[in-house]
């Protein structure tokens, strides 16, 4: 088993008692610093790539006491900057809307123009939905926290 002939195929095996030379490889052998340098170059520009937010979103908020009322979202994305508004529907809308977009984490901070409650937010994008923590807090003082669960609108 220890000896070279003890790993060559049967064929190279047939060809060597013929006294026949075995042909050499043709295959390229590349390092692994190549092989990794390869797909770094390949699959960067994928990573790098933050997913665009722009659009129309549609869902719900929901506070820790659960009396909840619909959301709706008009997100305009620039690079890592949002801006664009928010409200409980598409007729209702707080302009005002900005925040950032770090990877599938977005951030976000609006001013509803009702009643001055601030809203501050952090979302996690997953496909065409976007779902994480709002804090709220109200002209008073009086603050909260919520989910924001919103899917984008297609149409």
């Known amino acids: 088993m ?7 195929s049967f064929r190279s095996l047939v060809l060597l008692q013929h006294g026949t ?5 043709s295959c390229v052998c590349y390092s692994m610093k190549t092989i990794l340098l390869c797909l ?27 009396d909840g ?20 529907d598409a007729n209702d ?6 925040g950032t977009i770090d990877g599938n984490k977005v951030s ?3 001013k509803s123009t009702d009643d001055g409650t601030v809203y501050k937010g952090t979302l996690v ?3 065409d939905h976007l779902k994480g923590d709002v804090v709220f807090t109200m002209a008073d003082g009086t603050s909260g926290k919520a989910t924001l669960d919103l899917t984008r609108v297609t149409q």
């Open 125 to 127: 994008l997953s496909g």
């Open 2 to 8: 220890g000896s070279p002939a003890g790993r060559l």
């Open 108 to 110: 976000f901070e609006v």
């Open 40 to 66: 770094l170059l390949f699959t960067v520009p994928f990573i790098a790539a933050a997913a665009d937010v722009s659009g129309k979103w549609s869902g719900f908020i929901t506070p820790e006491n659960g």
């Open 93 to 98: 809308q707080w302009p005002g809307l900005h």
């Open 69 to 88: 009322g619909s959301a709706y979202v008009i997100l305009k994305q620039s690079d890592a900057t949002i801006t664009g508004s928010g409200g409980p």
């Open 21 to 25: 030379e075995l042909p050499t490889p």
